[in-house]
């Protein structure tokens, strides 16, 4: 297997894997990563197939932080060979305290942080992401106390998730303004399906310089491959509880793109890896994973095809409708 690429995220100095591991499945009722020895087996993977780019939350979990500290007993004694990405910023239901909403606020993000902290076993946070904008902290508070954050070393780079454009442009002036480090990361829903992105999103991450992180990039595992009109592998979170995606799919669109493949000898996953990576801006591919095939599975298809402008042009042309 080629070895994995690194790319810088955004025009900061932070660089991370071409292909991530999401850790939303680490501490997750009815999987293999549930437990400790099933997480200990993913974080392996990814670390001998070259990942370095971990990206969990505080809310991932059976129960509230449950992803964080998995991961943090894991990776203990082999910390600084990782970037560690976590969030911040939606409801965790008192696990920190009171929060009326205000998950953004100076007050929230000093506890929000000191507990990830604390459940990862680490000094510092790689990459802080806000999870959400709150609707009610101004952007400029929580860049005030993430900057205190960078200051004394508990952070080293922030982002944010599930921005709109303007509030893309809103978050660049505000720091630019108060004189605070910028967001170098913008993470959205992204894939082949869900293209929204391309409309304002990301023409404000390339503006802007940020590194693009999508999320559920394989569509809950349909862009695998594995997956077919009548089904596909018992347990698979689709077949085990999410069996609409199969029954709502675009087939006759998913065979035209698996012929695509077909003809140039790769995979549905090489293929989908490869259009992603092709995009302007984007930075890494987020997958989760429950087995260690499928992280070593991920990691093949990030280098396995690096496709032509107009190999890139033809996929999006196939999915079109979904812009």
Not at 91 to 100: K, Q
Not at 189 to 214: K, S, T
């Amino acid at each position: 297997m080629a070895e994995i690429e690194y790319r810088a995220l955004g025009r900061s100095g932070l660089v991370v894997s071409t292909v991530g591991l999401g850790c939303n499945n680490f501490g997750r009722p009815g999987t293999v990563t549930e437990t400790q020895e099933g997480t200990d087996a993913v974080i392996n993977a990814a670390i001998d197939a070259g990942v370095t780019l971990f990206d969990t939350a505080d809310v991932y979990g059976g129960e509230r932080g449950l992803s964080e500290t998995l991961m943090g007993k894991s990776l203990e004694g082999r910390r600084d060979g990782v970037v560690l990405a976590t969030k911040f910023g939606m409801d965790m239901a008192g696990t920190n305290g009171p929060d009326w909403g205000a998950r953004g606020s100076r007050r929230y993000v000093r506890r929000a942080v000191e507990a990830s902290l604390r459940r990862l076993r680490t000094d510092w946070i790689d990459l802080y992401q806000l999870h959400r904008p709150d609707g009610v902290t101004p952007i400029e508070e929580t860049l005030d106390v993430l900057d205190d954050l960078i200051a004394e070393g508990k952070v080293r780079y922030i982002g944010h998730s599930n921005f709109t454009g303007w509030q893309i442009a809103d978050a660049e002036y505000q720091a630019i303004l108060h004189g605070h480090p910028k967001f170098v990361s913008a993470q959205n829903h992204y894939n082949l399906l869900v293209r929204g992105a391309e409309l304002e999103v990301l023409p404000a991450v390339n503006e802007y310089g940020l590194g693009f992180l999508p999320f559920f990039p394989l569509q809950n595992g349909l862009f695998t491959g594995k997956f077919s009109r009548e089904g596909g592998p018992a347990d698979s979170r689709i077949m085990q509880g999410r069996k609409n995606i199969i029954d709502d799919a675009p087939w006759d669109l998913l065979d035209e793109f698996q012929a695509f493949a077909d003809a140039r000898g790769i995979s549905m996953l090489d293929a989908t890896f490869g259009w992603l990576l092709a995009q302007p801006g984007l930075t890494s591919v987020i997958a989760g994973a429950t087995k260690p095939e499928q992280v070593e599975a991920n990691a093949r298809a990030a280098v396995a095809w690096h496709p032509a402008a107009e190999d890139v042009a033809e996929i999006s042309r196939i999915f079109a409708d979904y812009v």
